[in-house]
């Protein structure tokens, strides 16, 4: 079993059972997280030089229009995609072993938290996980504080309220504010 094989069940949304090989690859794959967000996190970067680190974390090519201001934190890597003209305030953490999708031309405020796995509920199986992809359309904001849990949808120009915790799918050119988020009222241009 290798990294393919692991995103080939994460991204099928498949329970990774906490004594299984795979488990051992995510944690293998989490090392290799920690020491490239530790590069990136030790001190100042050039902007190029964050894009590339980006890059090896990811194992994707970062545009030279993302722009993400350190510290910034993921403990897996390989299954975030950037879209252009992104940009990440700095602090903030992505779990993405379900997978992270952002959009073009979003903006994600300081300390905002994604989530993309759930333990289960049941004391004895509690190792195991459950991945859920968290997407986010074009042109969203993320307000600062933020917590997105798994399996959320946000849509195209949607505002996430800063401290607001995403328990639900969100609607194009919707804000949502609190604990749960809700919707607060609608946006157009």
Same mark, same amino acid.
């Given at each position: 079993?290798?990294?393919?094989?692991? *995103?080939?069940?994460?991204?099928? %949304?498949? =329970?990774?059972? %906490?004594?299984?090989?795979?488990?051992?690859?995510?944690?293998?794959?989490?090392?290799?997280?920690? &020491?490239? =967000?530790?590069?990136?996190?030790? %001190?100042?970067?050039?902007?190029?030089?964050?894009?590339? *680190?980006?890059?090896?974390?990811?194992? &994707?090519?970062?545009?030279?229009?993302?722009?993400?201001?350190?510290?910034?934190?993921?403990?897996?890597?390989?299954?975030? =995609?950037?879209?252009? &003209?992104?940009? $990440?305030?700095?602090?903030?953490?992505?779990?993405?072993?379900?997978?992270?999708?952002?959009?073009?031309?979003?903006?994600?405020?300081?300390?905002?938290?994604?989530?993309?796995?759930?333990?289960? *509920?049941?004391?004895?199986?509690?190792?195991?996980?459950? #991945?859920? #992809?968290?997407?986010?359309?074009?042109?969203?904001? $993320? %307000?600062?504080?933020?917590? $997105? *849990? #798994?399996? $959320? =949808?946000?849509?195209?120009?949607?505002?996430?309220?800063?401290?607001?915790?995403?328990?639900?799918?969100?609607?194009?050119?919707?804000?949502?504010?609190?604990? #749960?988020?809700?919707?607060?009222?609608?946006?157009?241009?």
């Amino acid at each position: 079993m290798e990294l393919n094989d692991l *995103l080939t069940v994460l991204n099928a %949304g498949e =329970t990774i059972t %906490g004594d299984s090989p795979l488990h051992g690859i995510m944690h293998e794959a989490s090392q290799e997280a920690l &020491r490239i =967000t530790g590069e990136l996190n030790s %001190g100042y970067q050039e902007p190029s030089r964050v894009r590339q *680190l980006l890059s090896q974390l990811t194992g &994707r090519h970062i545009d030279d229009s993302v722009t993400v201001f350190p510290p910034f934190y993921s403990d897996f890597g390989k299954n975030i =995609t950037f879209g252009q &003209r992104v940009f $990440i305030n700095a602090g903030c953490k992505l779990q993405d072993q379900g997978g992270i999708s952002i959009g073009n031309d979003c903006l994600i405020g300081h300390n905002v938290v994604m989530a993309t796995l759930n333990h289960d *509920l049941q004391p004895s199986k509690r190792a195991d996980m459950h #991945p859920a #992809p968290i997407v986010i359309g074009q042109n969203v904001w $993320i %307000g600062a504080n933020a917590t $997105i *849990l #798994p399996g $959320i =949808t946000i849509g195209d120009n949607a505002v996430i309220a800063a401290a607001a915790v995403v328990t639900k799918d969100v609607p194009a050119n919707a804000v949502v504010v609190g604990s #749960p988020a809700r919707i607060a009222r609608r946006i157009s241009d």
